[in-house]
């Protein structure tokens, strides 16, 4: 290890040792702790930093069909619980959220750990730090969001990075890092059909229901009801109780 000190004439080098792991306020497993509970399959990793929704869930369980994912695999979802901007949900409440769902799913091919991490919003080359990561977790493959990661500018307040920079990026890179992309599908819900590809509502003509964050924000705060097909009802209660 060697590490310039402010730009100076000096260096430190040597050996770095761990005294002790961080204390956090929920479990976070370290990588070598996840590792011995995930099966020897594939395990496709699934990020997040908000509560999931019903169309996050349908996003990470149709990613076990993915043509380059094993039949008896598994997903892990591994959202980012540590410290955010002064307007996001805390992590806290977030990580109770996730718990309740756990509960709600109890599915075995779904499972659940919290990684000590802050976002960056620094586009596709964190879309690459996630996928390392996620590999010293012992996934697999990880999902690419559309615009992981991405950011507005702050001259005119577009999106820094093009929607499918990411995507692109990190399927470029993937099988040197020796992992596997599985690109996130553009879900929408249905009047007719549920949750289905964009692509396939605007072709069959079907109308899709929309709900936009301000007004789920509103309605929370109001105490108004929110459709079951945008949100998890248990979700949504810990949101309400707790933020």
């Known amino acids: 290890y060697q590490r310039r000190v402010h730009g100076g004439p000096y260096y430190l080098g040597g050996k770095v040792y761990g005294l ?8 976070c497993k370290t990588p070598a702790e996840l590792r011995e509970e995930l099966p020897s399959t594939d395990v496709v990793a699934f990020q997040c930093r908000n509560p999931i929704h019903r169309a996050h869930y349908e996003l990470f369980i149709r ?5 380059n994912v094993a039949k008896d695999a598994v997903v892990l979802v591994h959202p980012t619980v540590g410290p955010t901007q002064e307007d996001d949900i805390p992590g806290i409440v977030r990580y109770k959220t996730y718990e309740v769902l756990k509960k709600d799913i109890k ?22 730090q996630h996928m390392i990561l996620r590999k010293n977790y012992g996934c697999t493959h990880f999902i690419i969001g559309r615009d992981m990661a991405g950011c507005k ?4 307040g577009e999106d820094f990075y093009g929607p499918y920079e990411a995507q692109d990026f990190a399927k470029t890179h993937a099988p040197e890092l020796g992992m596997k992309t599985v690109p ?12 289905i590809t964009a692509e396939s509502a605007k072709k069959e003509g079907l109308k ?7 007004e789920f924000r509103r309605r929370l705060r109001a105490g108004e009801g929110i459709p079951e097909w945008f949100a998890f009802s248990s979700v949504v209660d810990v949101l309400r109780n707790n933020y």
Request: hydrophobic share 35%.
């Open 184 to 195: 996130s599908l553009d879900l929408v819900y249905t009047q007719e059909k549920g949750y």
């Open 20 to 27: 002790n792991l961080p204390e956090w306020i929920f479990p």
């Open 107 to 128: 599915n075995p091919r779904v499972r659940w750990s919290y990684l000590p991490y802050s976002m960056h919003m620094a586009g596709p080359r964190e879309a690459i």
């Open 63 to 67: 990613s076990l069909d993915a043509d």
């Open 153 to 156: 500018s702050s001259i005119d």
């Open 208 to 214: 899709v229901m929309k709900l936009s964050g301000t």
